[in-house]
């Protein structure tokens, strides 16, 4: 069996559109999904407020992932930039400062939150995955499932991976009319897409909790009108409703006001 070769994998960004990533590519494919069913008009129209518009890409998702403010504050506001790959947001009293580099063929985002000594915030990217019906997801070990977000909000399963409420959560298809949204206590991931790979770490110099979000949406959602989507998100912090996430569960700036973390994606054929 040979053994898979890395692929240079380049990232594109969209400061305008609330820093959203638009692409993540090799040579060979995308990774990154775009929903056929959202027009470009609908994403640049959202104001701050505005319900989250589906439309595919990674989002930051920031400081909270749902709750009071859909999918965070910062998705919907302009981003500003600075040197070559660094953009800024603010939320409230909170500035969240992204680096993008690639080395080696791998990409590697350096995040910095800077805000009120001892503030809590939660912080994931929201990559929406365009893989097809074979493909699945690969956790070290079995980690706990912390909980499972929906359909039932708030549900803790009790669970180890791969067990989402009696779903599986790392096949990814065929699609099967069931929705899953779970937090699960890793700091890796690698999706497995035929022959292609594409590996995610993440990790902090701090004491924050670290996470993986899983969105498995296999034709289960919205009601009425469902379709397919599959949500990979690193995830700082270990919940996604910041108001409701016990202290220990979410991240907390120092004492100088400051957090760090990071993500780096390889791929491999």
Known sequence: MSVPAARPLTVRTDPALGGRWTSLATPEREWLWRNPRVPAADRVAVAP???????????????????????????????????????????????LTRRLTTHDGVVRADYTVDGPPGAAVLHAVHMLLDVGLDARLEVPGCPDVLVVEWPEPGATTGTTWPDGGGVPLDALGPDDGTARCAVVATDRVDVVDGADRLSVR??????????????????????????????????LGAETNLDRAAPDRRAHLDTAGRLSWYLEAGAFR
Do not use: K, M, Q
């Open 202 to 235: 993440w990790g902090t110099p701090g004491s924050a909790p670290l996470s993986l979000v899983v969105w498995r949406n296999l034709g289960g959602w919205p009601e009425g009108s469902p379709y397919r989507s599959i949500g990979v998100e690193p995830l």
């Open 49 to 95: 407020g505005d319900p989250f518009v589906d439309a595919g890409g990674a989002e930051e998702c920031f400081p909270t992932i749902n709750g009071p403010s859909d999918h965070g504050e910062v998705w919907s506001r302009p981003w500003t930039t600075g040197a070559p790959g660094v953009a800024r947001a603010r939320a409230g009293a909170l500035a």
